[in-house]
C-alpha cells in the first residue's frame, strides 16, 4: 500500500499551556476504501489536558478512518453519527456532547437524554475545556474537534481540511459558503424554557435558502458535491448525502 502523507509536527499558539505530541499519519488505498490512519494526534500543539473543566487526559491511539474512494450519492441522508469526519491529518470531527439539560444534573446537565435537550459544545466550549483549536479529549483520551482548528487551517495550502464518512470532502472556505441553519425564534415549550440561544442542539433549525448550504452543511460546486466546515452552526456536517461506510472510524 502507497503511503501519501509522511508525519507532521506543527506547533501552534495556546491561550494556555500547550502540549506538543508528533502527528503520525498515513493515507492508505484499500480496496475500494480510501483509509486514513493516525496515533490520534493533531499537526499543531495541543491545549494542556486534563485542565479546570475537563479531568481527562490524552492518549495517542491506533485509529483509522475509511470512506469510499469514489463516493456516490444515497438514496436517502444519514443521521445520528457521532464522528462526522476526519482531519486530514488523522484527527476525528465529532461535533455533537454527551450531555443534556438535566435540572438534577452538575451544572443542570448530564448525559440522561430524556429531557430531548442536547447541550451544544461551541455555546461555550471553554465550560467544557476545549484549547485554542476547538478541541478537547474525551475519557478515552481521543482529541477531536467541536469546531474548526485555526492552526489546522494554516497549515493546508488548500481549503480542503478533512472527509466525511461518505467519502465527500470537507472544506472550509471562509465568507464564501455560508450555513444555512439560523437560531429559533420565540422561547423553548419545555424545560429549561427560556428563549432559544444557542446553548442546546435544538435551538436551531434549517431555514432553507438562508445561506448557500443545504441542510447537512454541503452544496454541489461544478457537478462535485463537498461539505463545508462553517464559522458558525452546525460548524461540521451533522447529515450526509452520499452511501457512508458504516465501520467509518475504528480504533485498534
Known sequence: MKRLHAAILFLGLLPF????HENKSSVDKMGDMT???S??????????FPNRANPN?????????????QPQ????????????????TGVAIRPYTAGYYDPNGRRGISHDPSSGWRQQAMDNPRSLGMDAQNAHVDRSGLYHYHGV??????SQKTTLIGYAPDGFEIHHNAGSQTSSWRLKTGERATAPFGAYDGK?????????????LDACNGT?????????????????????????NPNFMQRH
Open 17 to 20: 499551556a500547550a502540549h506538543a
Open 35 to 37: 483509509c486514513i490512519s
Open 39 to 48: 496515533n490520534g494526534a493533531p499537526n499543531h500543539a495541543m491545549g494542556k
Open 57 to 69: 487526559s490524552f492518549r495517542e491511539q491506533t485509529l483509522q478512518f475509511c470512506f469510499p474512494s
Open 73 to 88: 450519492m444515497a438514496a436517502k441522508t444519514t443521521y445520528g453519527l457521532m464522528s462526522v469526519g476526519v482531519s486530514v
Open 149 to 154: 482548528s485555526p492552526d489546522l487551517l494554516a
Open 200 to 212: 442546546f442542539e435544538e435551538d436551531f433549525e434549517y431555514v432553507a435558502g438562508a445561506g448557500t
Open 220 to 244: 454541489d460546486i461544478g457537478g462535485t458535491y463537498s461539505y463545508f466546515a462553517t464559522d458558525t452552526y452546525p460548524y461540521f456536517p451533522r447529515c450526509f448525502k452520499g452511501i457512508v
